[in-house]
Nanobody, 127 residues
Framework: QVQLVDSGGASVQAGGSLRLSCAAS????????MGWFRQVPGKERERVAT???????SYADSMKGRFTISRDNAKNTLYLQMNSLEPEDTAMYYC?????????????????????WGQGTQVTVSS
């Protein structure tokens, strides 16, 4: 059983930055795939960025160039650096992890495949 604790959410103005953290109870470098997701009330949860065990990353198109996902193996923590925040980024952000994937990476992984989830951290961006 892996526990994930999300933190770092806050209220900021448009153009500002935040860094979200996801502290894991298990060694993050053994997870085939970890990621950040976000959800707005009334909408489906969407993928923000993923980090595969071997170090490859991927981003949703609207986050490319603004968000950076990273992992600190020594601290067992996954991060999401968010810059140039926009009001449309307002959402609850969740960290998730999957120990084993068929490919050993995040390739082909659906949101429903992630087994472990953090409790979420709220990000609010005002214009």
């Amino acid at each position: 059983q892996v526990q994930l604790v999300d933190s770092g959410g806050a209220s900021v103005q448009a153009g500002g930055s935040l860094r979200l953290s996801c502290a894991a109870s298990s060694t993050v470098y053994t997870m085939d795939c970890m990621g950040w997701f976000r959800q707005v009330p009334g909408k489906e949860r969407e993928r923000v960025a993923t980090f595969a065990r071997e170090g490859s990353t991927s981003y949703a198109d609207s986050m490319k160039g603004r968000f950076t996902i990273s992992r600190d193996n020594a601290k067992n923590t996954l991060y999401l650096q968010m810059n140039s925040l926009e009001p449309e980024d307002t959402a609850m952000y969740y960290c998730a992890a999957l120990e084993y994937s068929r490919s050993g990476t995040c390739f082909g992984i659906r949101i429903s495949d992630f087994v472990y989830w953090g409790q979420g951290t709220q990000v609010t961006v005002s214009s």
